[in-house]
Nanobody, 124 residues
Framework: QVQLVESGGGLVQVGGSLRLSCAAS????????MGWFRQAPGKEREFVAA????????YYGDSVKGRFTMSRDNVKNTVYLQMNSLKPEETDDYYC?????????????????WGQGTQVTVSS
């Protein structure tokens, strides 16, 4: 089991940027694929991005391609989500998750552990 703690959320203006972090406990972080999802009240949780254990492959949801960048630092046991050109409709709680499965990375059941989330508010 991995414990995950997100940070970096906050209030940003339309078109602005934020970088989210997700710190993981444990010594086997490098054996986990990691994902970011987001959820607005009353809506389903949406896939944002995922990265394989070695960082060799990164996947993005269609709505964030070209604006968001996911990365990982296996020394710091942390994954990041750099979010640029943010839109008001991306006001959500953002969650990171971990998996030891090979995929599919865009699906919630792939992931076994989840963080508590960090809130992002994009103000117009």
């Amino acid at each position: 089991q991995v414990q995950l703690v997100e940070s970096g959320g906050g209030l940003v203006q339309v078109g602005g940027s934020l970088r989210l972090s997700c710190a993981a406990s444990g010594r086997t972080f490098s054996s986990y694929g990691m994902g970011w999802f987001r959820q607005a009240p009353g809506k389903e949780r949406e896939f944002v991005a995922a990265i394989r254990r070695n960082g060799g492959s990164i996947y993005y949801g269609d709505s964030v391609k070209g604006r968001f960048t996911m990365s990982r630092d296996n020394v710091k046991n942390t994954v990041y989500l750099q979010m640029n050109s943010l839109k008001p409709e991306e006001t959500d709680d953002y969650y990171c998750a971990s998996t030891q499965r090979g995929g599919p990375y865009s699906k919630m059941p792939t992931y076994g552990d989840w963080g508590q989330g960090t809130q992002v508010t994009v103000s117009s």
